[in-house]
């Protein structure tokens, strides 16, 4: 095995000193060297390489460095050294730039009016977005043969179809919840019968469509940003734009139309799983039998608390896959990017999603729909 | 040294589902060469490689680097064979979230964790300059490089920690011809320097004229020759007859004869 890179000093008869280096100037070998050399406050003339058994570049640049710091002369190089002294020396002449670093305060004005500029300029090119999606709607309206049902009746079965498991479930136990949150504070009153008024009107007109929205966000939305977002970076959405094929077209729009018809069904179908859960509840807990749990439901729930759900359910659907794609388009340069903006298209799409609901919510109280 | 060949192979087989890509392949490497794989498109080329670094499990097969043996073996294991060589993958596969010079740092950091942080700057930088960068470059990022920077930035990480064995997969696919010729010369340059030896995966004619002291042809779901280019002419095999002797690999010849030898014609009388 080679000896560990070591140095002695020696000093020179005619003043100053001498660096006799031995052993293994390798990388794997040097140890501390490069921490002492660093120390070194003595007037170093000459660096002895003689007795250096084996060297490579690290330790090359070790001697380079210390000779040229201290001004000294390198002597006792063999013909690999001298190689190696040669092909580092080159470094030189090339400085790094530092990386630039301003003052804390001016980095943060920067980053302030920096992120203000990002959210105007995301909110234009958001709007741009929407316009260029319904440009390519009206022209796949005048072209239907351009339209791509195949990728609809695909994208159908990941929005939705695949979707039937986990939202049924999820909407099954929300159900449940309600209906034994409902139970056990109406019964101080007395009121348990009116547990089924909570889960016909909750479910029918808030929860059931606002719970769907939020899971397609979570399931659909990010797919959208993530499939779109790695398009881009393997170029795939530029090859279509030479191949004349529009992005909008091609992409985006089967992913709204599915997302918007996929939601109303996906939605009555979760109000309906979270009244079953709700209904079991009443059954097993209230000892209400399902025939009156029905009867009583159908009195209770107005016609206009169905209506308000499906017509709240296309527009966060379209939302939802708006969203997503337009953050998936977002993505420029890396495979972070695609992460970071699968994370924005979920975050935006639920967020939007609440402020539409209170809207609606607002919006149908006042015009009567109580 | 220790032992002649740095890398030996030995009744390598791989397949994928039914589809067999070798079938008892045998290579050796020997220490100081710079070895040409070449082979046509899907015969495996870099499936060899990824054997060989133990990112692919072989069916069947013996693989040593530097007399340690490497099939099954996980990242954190064979760590003094992985200090020791260096990979330059085709697309560079730099880490996308780092600066080129952090790249460099990678590898440093996690077998020398006691280097301080100036040494290591100072080692990304003259790395960086070796590799053929310009100086700016440390900072930038992968993704604001082009494809030729990116594969120089890939080289310089993979010299980082003075490898002795260095894998190049198709290190001037995608280079223009004067930026081939310089990863070239670097190559050369390097393994003068450094005293490496090169797996070299390459499609490059003028690559294997240039730099390759001895050239694998991988073809039949084995190597099927090894040896200087002279030697693998006189094998009658119809691939390689093919390969160096198309179009392309006679002009590779005559390009690289004119280098050696300037001024041919003046030689033969009666041509002027």
Redo the contacts between chains.
Sequence with gaps: MANAAEFLQEDLADGGQILRLSGSF???LIG?I??RL?DLSADVRKIDLSAVEHM???GA?LVH?TAKTSGAEIVGAGK?AS??LQ??S??DQ????P?PHPPSFERFLAEVGHSVIISFTTLLQFLGFVGQVVKACFILAMNPGRFRWHAVVQHFDMVGVRALGIIGLMSFLIGIVIAQQGAVQLRQFGAEVFTINLIGRLTFRELGILMTAIMVAGRSGSAFAAQIGTMKITEEIDAMRTIGVVPAEALVVPRVIAAVMMMPLLGVYASLMAIIGGGLLCWIVLEIPPATFVQRLREVTPMTDFWIGMIKAPVFGAIIAMAGCFQGMQV?????QVGLKTTAAVVQAIFLVIVLDAFFAIFFSEIGWN | MDQPNIISVQGLCNSFGEQIIHQDLNLEVRRGEILGVVGGSGTGKSVLMRSIIGLQEPVAGKIRVFDEGMIGKEEDEASDVRRRWGVLFQGGALFSTLTVAENVQVPLREFYPDFSKALLDEIAHYKIYLSGLPADAAHKFPSELSGGMRKRAGLARALAIDPELLFLDEPTAGLDPISAANFDNLTRDLKETLGLTVFLITHDLDTLYAICDRVAVIADKKVIAVGAIEELLAIDHPWINEYFSGPRGRAARRGHDKHNNPQPHLHQPGRS
């Design positions: 390798t990388i794997a501390d490069d921490g660093r490579d570049t690290v640049w460095r690999d190689r190696l092909a580092v080159g470094a090339t400085d790094i730039p990386r420029r340069g890396n495979a972070e």
